[in-house]
């Protein structure tokens, strides 16, 4: 698979809002809850589940007020998104501080029942991940079933709470840094091959925050017999900024070859569109959502 080298592009569209194509993503967004605070209790497993109201498919909408972040919730499951978990855990140390990560993560339903419509095999990270070397958890969390197109936010808090004259910005580049090593030590903990990291730059979030992107390449193999390729290729991004006195932590992944193959013979009217291009401007529009 062909990689793409490091680099900077600084240039940033006439709206505020950059995205590798320099177009702008998807709109449509909800308004931003300002009313988050971090919350210090951590269950028996080390996730929590948050608290909030009934959504339309029965799932429950996460309230930013228990410490996760803001999504567009109601949009995501319109879209064929389901919350596959909401966790609660250290996703990296620093000195005298562990950087607690409240996480949610959602995965593209339609695509996996299409695919397993299909009759394609799973992919080599369908048993879940091993433990991390560390101890520490990640920003991926889901043990169950192939993730073929994944989204996730995530909103940091520090245990203890960082000293008074030590603020966010201070440690924005470190921050930054751990996180990309979480993000590509999750994927290939989950079976995820040659992660990459490739060109960074800039984006804005729709709440005026902006954010360092950084995209990631990898192959997913496949284990599903010899109708299908080996592997597919793969596409991530991940944001990182401050708000609100804290950090947020965004991105996703998803296929960008192979994913006709995975689909195979399954019914044309439940598979959703296969657009790598449209993959990642979504993906693009759901990162400059979060708050």
């Given amino acids: 698979m062909t990689r793409e080298p490091g680099g900077t592009d600084g240039s940033e569209t006439p709206n505020g809002s950059e995205t590798p194509n320099g177009s702008e993503g998807p709109n449509g967004s909800e308004t931003p809850n300002g009313s988050e605070t971090p919350n210090g209790s951590e269950g028996p497993n080390g996730s929590e589940t948050p608290n909030g109201s009934e959504g339309p498919n029965g799932s429950e ?82 043990e169950e079933e192939d993730t073929w197109r994944f989204f996730f936010a995530t909103r940091l808090s520090f245990r203890p709470p960082l000293a008074p004259g030590i603020g966010p910005a201070s440690l924005r580049p470190t921050v930054a840094s751990r996180a990309r090593r979480t993000f590509a030590e999750d994927l290939e903990s989950r079976g995820f091959e040659g992660v990459e990291s490739g060109r960074k730059q800039r984006l804005r979030t729709e709440s005026g925050d902006r954010a360092r992107l950084r995209k990631f390449t990898a192959d997913l193999p496949l284990t599903g017999g010899t109708a299908l390729p080996d592997c597919i290729d793969v596409e991530g991004w991940l944001a990182v900024w401050a708000a609100d006195g804290s950090f947020r932590i965004a991105g996703g992944a998803y296929p960008v070859t192979g994913l006709e193959a995975l689909l195979g013979s399954g019914p044309e009217s439940d598979a959703p569109p296969a657009e790598p291009g449209a993959f990642r401007e979504e993906l693009l529009g759901l990162i400059r959502s979060v708050c």
Avoid: C, K, Q
């Fill in 61 to 142: 909408t996460p309230n930013a007020s228990e410490g996760y972040p803001s999504v567009p919730h109601e949009r995501l499951l319109a879209g064929g998104w389901r919350l596959r978990s909401t966790s609660e855990e250290t996703v990296f140390r620093m000195p005298a501080v562990a950087v607690v990560g409240s996480t949610l993560f959602y995965d593209d339903v339609r695509l996996y029942e299409a695919i397993e419509a299909g009759g394609a095999g799973g992919a080599g990270g369908a048993e879940g991940p091993p433990p991390r070397s560390d101890g520490d958890g990640g920003l991926i969390a889901v």
